[in-house]
């Protein structure tokens, strides 16, 4: 694939993206309410039974994490629409939904464009570079830009999941010293861990950068 021009690549991209957005819509069917206000009250979006995010973006990071993640014992909320969504083997939607429950969560940085389309990023957890294909990352994060978000991998390249946190190392510091003490391992094991995201997602929200961050179709 990186063979091809922009224009085939971006062409891909967008069908992988239509795709990956109905797809999570249609996931979000299989989330109980008391599934959803568990992860916001973790993130402090609740008051009582009640959500009280101050933007749908803040809502993305509760769904995100009803997703993706769960406690030993239970199942991911991707994992139980996998199970009956019924798409056709070998389709691009097989391909798309195989790709997102295989999702990573970690920090990447920006270190800068691709030749083709995109941007070269590093994951600074697992100390690996990514091709990670996004059009408005690609108009608008500078190098050096560190963002905690969960990406899939379709193709040869990889894209986002619909979560992007704007991160610096003050942060990840206190992450850490947050997680660390409760989850064992290299950095690469914290980052697979559910309590790495979801206290990256709690300060995001207490402290107010999610209003940083626009989400917008391409174009």
């Known amino acids: 694939m990186a063979a091809r021009d922009r224009e085939e690549i971006l062409t891909r991209y967008r069908r992988l993206r239509e795709i990956s957005t109905r ?7 299989f989330i109980p309410r008391s599934v959803l206000l568990e992860q916001a009250r973790r993130l402090g979006l609740t008051a009582g039974k009640m959500l009280v995010a101050d933007s749908l973006d803040e809502l993305t990071l509760a769904f995100d994490l009803c997703l993706y993640t769960a406690a030993p014992g239970r199942s991911r ?13 070998g389709s ?3 391909l798309m939904l195989k790709a ?7 920090v990447f940085r920006v270190e800068g464009p ?7 990023v590093r994951d600074l957890m697992r100390e690996e570079g990514l091709w990670l294909v996004d059009e408005n990352l690609e108009r608008t994060a500078p190098v050096g830009l560190t963002l905690a978000m969960r990406v899939s991998r379709p193709e040869t390249f990889a894209m986002t999941c619909g979560v992007m946190v704007p991160t610096n190392a003050v942060l990840i510091d206190e992450v850490l010293e947050e997680v660390q003490g ?7 094991a914290i980052a697979n861990d559910r309590r ?5 997602y709690r300060i995001a929200v207490m402290s ?5 961050i626009g989400f917008a179709s391409p174009g």
């Open 182 to 188: 409760r989850v064992r391992g290299e950095l690469g």
């Open 100 to 106: 997102m429950g295989q999702a990573r969560f970690s």
């Open 208 to 212: 107010g950068i999610m209003e940083q």
């Open 77 to 89: 909320g991707i994992d139980r629409y996998a199970r009956s969504a019924g798409v056709a083997p």
């Open 92 to 94: 691009d939607e097989d």
């Open 23 to 29: 797809l999570h819509s249609e996931a979000l069917r």
């Open 196 to 200: 790495f995201a979801t206290a990256i």
């Open 114 to 120: 691709h030749e083709t389309a995109g941007l070269l």
